[in-house]
């Protein structure tokens, strides 16, 4: 499906219906990696119409050159989030640089937020990162960028990287991404903090982004839970699924009882 936004046809995937449910995928990737990781975490709970946007650059929607930086591109999805929800409060979920975008749209609007789940997120301030480290299987399997990337490299992990991830590299406008990323901190900050329901799940091996920022959160949001998770990194939402549907469904139930 596509919305145009401005001048964005922002492309998208949607499952279920009900309370809307916006899942913004990282950098460099597309609908398809937030999909797979997310909709067997949302599987069997009810009342959820899940929305899969391709951010701006990446996947099928297109990045014109009117977009040029961080902000441009929160604009266009507040302005999507208008459309495809038509003004009903919704949940965001995002991972990693989605995670940025979703935690700037929920302070921005957030009365029209019910809940915020944040996963492996990029934030200001990134301290402390960790080395990347193989944690389990071979260090000979799959390209680099799997490799830089899962610290579980199974053949499991590979299969779904090679499904998943891989294939969006070649979708991925470098050109605009670049030109974006030039200008990648978002000027309005996130103050104040998104005062509902919030869920943080960090990766303790995440050489991306770590976890400490992560952690600083939970002293800024008053109703924010925190996970970190060790044993994995930046690719947690794969190596480590049936952990993050439990604090999905447990964040789930926060929302509800909030509501």
Do not use: K
Request: charged share 25%; hydrophobic share 45%; with cysteine.
């Amino acid at each position: 499906m596509e919305i145009r936004v401005g001048e964005v046809p922002v492309h998208y995937v949607e499952h279920g219906t009900g309370r809307p449910v916006l899942v913004l995928h990282g950098a460099g990737v597309d609908h398809r990696e937030a999909e797979a990781c997310f909709e067997p975490a949302f599987e069997g709970v009810a009342g959820l119409r899940r929305i899969y946007p391709d951010l701006p650059g990446m996947g099928r929607t297109p990045a014109p050159e009117t977009l040029r930086s961080a902000d441009d591109v929160l604009d266009t999805l507040l302005a999507f989030a208008d459309e495809v929800t038509d003004g009903a409060a919704h949940l965001l979920v995002g991972h990693s640089a989605g995670a940025y975008f979703a935690q700037a749209m929920a302070a921005r609007r957030p009365a029209e937020v019910a809940g915020l789940a944040l996963v492996c997120p990029l934030l200001p301030g990134l301290r402390d990162v960790p080395e990347h480290r193989l944690v389990a299987g071979s260090g000979e399997i799959g390209d680099e960028v799997f490799r830089s990337y899962f610290v579980v490299r199974t053949p499991e992990m590979l299969e779904r990287y090679e499904r998943y991830v891989a294939p969006a590299a070649a979708l991925a406008d470098e050109s605009a991404l670049e030109r974006i990323g030039e200008r990648w901190a978002l000027t309005a900050g996130f103050a104040p903090a998104y005062p509902g329901p919030t869920l943080v799940v960090a990766g303790r091996l995440d050489s991306t982004v770590g976890y400490a920022a992560a952690a600083d959160l939970v002293d800024r949001s008053p109703n924010a839970s925190l996970t970190v998770v060790d044993g994995a990194g930046h690719a947690l939402p794969h190596e480590r699924p049936e952990l993050l549907r439990a604090l999905l469904v447990e964040w789930l139930g926060r929302v509800e009882h909030s509501s």
